[in-house]
C-alpha cells in the first residue's frame, strides 16, 4: 500500500477537488495519511486569489523537499505534486524555483492523474499539465467516492465568465462548465446513500449555473434544486459561493418553496460604492444588492447573509468605504470575509492607477471587521432563547458535548452522546459567543418533522 499525503487552500472547490484527486489514485494503490515524511505521493492543491496563498506553497516546498532528501537517502522516492490554481497560473515558475517537484498540473486534469503519476515514475521527466482537456474532466472521474461524512460537497458548476477586475479565477479555472443534471442527480445519490445528510452544490459562480436537463433543455440553479430536493435522505442543501447578477427569480422562489434549502447565503458584494463597484466590473450597483437581499428576505424571512469584502481597491477613497460601511449596516450580516485588496499580475486592476497604501488598507480592514464583528456577535446573541434544527456532524472538544451546525452554518456545541452524528435534533441556544453557540437538545422528535 502506498501513501498519499494532500494539503489543501483556498476554495471549498479545491477541498472537494482534493477528495476526487485522493479518489482518482486510490485504484493505484494510494492510501490517504495524515503524515507528510511517510507519503509517497505528496499534493499541494493550492490557490491564487490573494499574494500571501502563493508565497505559502513555496515555504510548503521546502518543508516538503527536506522529507523528500531524507527519503531518497534510503533509497525511497516521494513524488511531490502541485495542483490547483497556482499550478496553472504558475506552472513554469514552479519548475524554475522548485526543481525537485514532479509534477505541476492544473484543476482541469486531474482525471489524467494516474498517466501523469506513470510518467513521473517511469523517470520520463517532470510533468507540466496546464491544459483545458477537451474531455469534460467530470466524465473522467471514478463513479467510487471515498465516503465523505454527514456533510458532502457536490461541484456542480467550474470556471467563472465574469472578469471582476481584481480576480484570477477566470484565468485559472477558465470558462464556465456546468455538469448535466442527471450526472449531479446521480453523485447526489451516491453521496446520500453513503450517508451525506447535508450536500453543499460548489461552483466558482455557482448560480450562474445552467446545465442541461434530461429533456435537452437548459435548467438554472433554481430548477437543479427543485430536483435535487426530491432526493431521499438529505435533509440540508446550501450552495456556494453566488453572483449578485445570477440571482434570478427562480432562485429566489426556490427558497420560499423548497424548505430544506437552507436560508443561509453567502451573496459577495465586494463594496458599497458604485464608483468602485463599477471599476470591479461588478456589473450591479449597491443599491442592486439592497433590493435583492429585499427580495430574499421577502421568499425567506428568516435569511441570513454572509458575504466577501475588498478594502483597498484602486482608487478607493474614503467615502467610497464610508459606503461600504453603509451597506454593512443597512443588511446586518450573520458572517463575513474582508479582505485587503492584493495585487495580482495579469488581471486589469493590478494595473490601475492611485492603488491604495497598504497603512490605508490596514486601517480600513479593522474598520470593517469591527463592524462585521459586532454584526455577527450581534446575530448569534438573538438566536438565544430560541430552538432551531441542529445537524450533528461530529465530536466537540467539549467533554460529553457533540458539535454540529445550525441552518445558519453557526457552530453549536451541545451536550449529548455521539451516537447523534449524522441525526438533526431541534436545539435550544443557551449561550453565544462570536464564533460558537452552547444549546441543549430541545426534543427527541423524528426528523421528518424539523
Ligand atoms: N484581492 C483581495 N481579495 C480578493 N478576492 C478575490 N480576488 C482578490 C484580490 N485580488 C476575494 C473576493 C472574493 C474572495 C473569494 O476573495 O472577495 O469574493
Ligand atoms: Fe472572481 Fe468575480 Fe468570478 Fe467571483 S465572480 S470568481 S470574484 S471573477
Not at 497556482?86 to 482541469?108: H, L, S, T
Not at 503519476?117 to 471515498?146: C, M, S, W, Y
Request: charged content about 25%; proline content about 6%; aromatic content about 8%.
Amino acid at each position: 500500500m502506498k501513501k498519499l499525503h494532500i494539503k489543501t487552500w483556498g476554495c471549498q472547490m479545491n477541498v472537494y477537488d482534493s477528495a476526487r484527486m485522493a479518489d482518482v489514485v486510490t485504484p493505484l494503490g494510494y492510501a490517504p495519511t495524515d503524515e507528510m515524511a511517510e507519503a509517497d505521493l505528496v499534493i499541494f492543491n493550492t490557490c491564487h486569489i490573494r499574494e500571501k496563498a502563493t508565497e505559502k506553497l513555496f515555504s510548503e516546498l521546502g518543508r516538503a523537499r527536506e522529507h523528500q532528501e531524507a527519503r531518497a537517502a534510503v533509497g525511497e522516492r516521494m513524488l511531490i505534486a502541485v495542483a490547483g490554481c497556482v499550478a496553472q497560473a504558475e506552472g513554469p515558475e514552479i519548475q524554475r524555483r522548485a526543481p525537485y517537484v514532479d509534477m505541476v498540473f492544473g484543476p482541469q486534469t486531474y482525471h489524467q492523474l494516474p498517466e501523469m503519476i506513470a510518467r513521473v515514475t517511469r523517470r520520463a521527466g517532470r510533468v507540466l499539465n496546464t491544459d483545458f482537456p477537451a474531455e469534460a474532466k467530470f466524465d473522467h472521474l471514478p463513479l467510487e467516492q471515498a465516503v465523505s461524512g454527514v456533510s458532502a460537497f457536490l461541484s456542480v458548476q467550474e470556471g467563472c465568465d465574469k472578469f471582476c477586475s481584481f480576480c484570477v479565477v477566470p484565468y485559472t479555472r477558465g470558462a464556465e462548465y456546468s455538469r448535466p443534471v442527471a450526472a449531479i442527480v446521480a453523485e447526489a445519490e451516491r453521496l446520500a446513500g453513503q450517508g451525506a445528510r447535508e450536500i453543499t452544490l460548489l461552483g466558482q459562480n455557482v448560480n450562474a449555473y445552467h446545465g442541461e436537463d434530461a429533456g435537452g433543455a437548459t435548467c438554472g440553479l433554481g430548477g437543479l434544486l427543485r430536483r435535487l430536493a426530491e432526493v431521499p435522505g438529505v435533509l440540508r442543501w446550501r450552495y456556494t459561493t453566488s453572483h449578485p447578477r445570477d440571482m434570478d427569480d427562480d432562485l429566489i422562489a426556490a427558497h420560499r418553496d423548497i424548505p430544506h434549502l437552507m436560508p443561509f447565503l453567502h451573496l459577495p458584494v465586494q463594496s458599497g460604492s458604485d464608483a468602485i463597484l463599477a471599476a470591479m466590473n461588478r456589473k450591479h450597483s449597491a443599491d442592486d444588492y439592497r433590493g435583492l437581499v429585499e427580495r430574499l428576505r421577502a421568499a425567506r424571512p428568516d435569511m441570513g447573509f454572509s458575504s466577501d469584502f475588498i478594502v483597498g481597491f484602486p482608487g478607493e477613497t474614503d467615502a467610497d468605504f464610508q459606503a461600504t460601511l453603509r451597506l454593512v449596516r443597512d443588511v446586518g450580516f450573520a458572517q463575513a470575509y474582508s479582505f485587503k485588496y492584493s495585487r495580482r499580475p495579469g488581471t486589469p486592476a493590478a494595473a490601475m492607477p492611485q492603488q491604495v497604501d497598504e497603512a490605508v488598507m490596514d486601517a480600513r480592514l479593522a474598520e470593517l471587521q469591527a463592524l462585521l464583528r459586532e454584526q455577527q456577535d450581534g446575530f448569534n446573541q438573538a438566536c438565544v432563547g430560541r430552538t432551531m434544527p441542529v445537524l450533528f456532524d461530529g465530536t466537540s472538544r467539549r467533554d460529553g458535548h457533540v458539535f454540529g451546525r445550525t441552518p445558519f452554518m453557526q457552530a453549536i456545541h451541545v451536550p449529548g452522546p455521539e451516537r447523534l452524528i449524522g441525526h438533526a435534533l431541534p436545539v435550544e441556544v443557551v449561550e453565544a459567543g462570536t464564533n460558537s453557540l452552547q444549546g441543549r437538545v430541545a426534543a427527541n422528535v423524528p426528523e421528518a418533522v424539523i
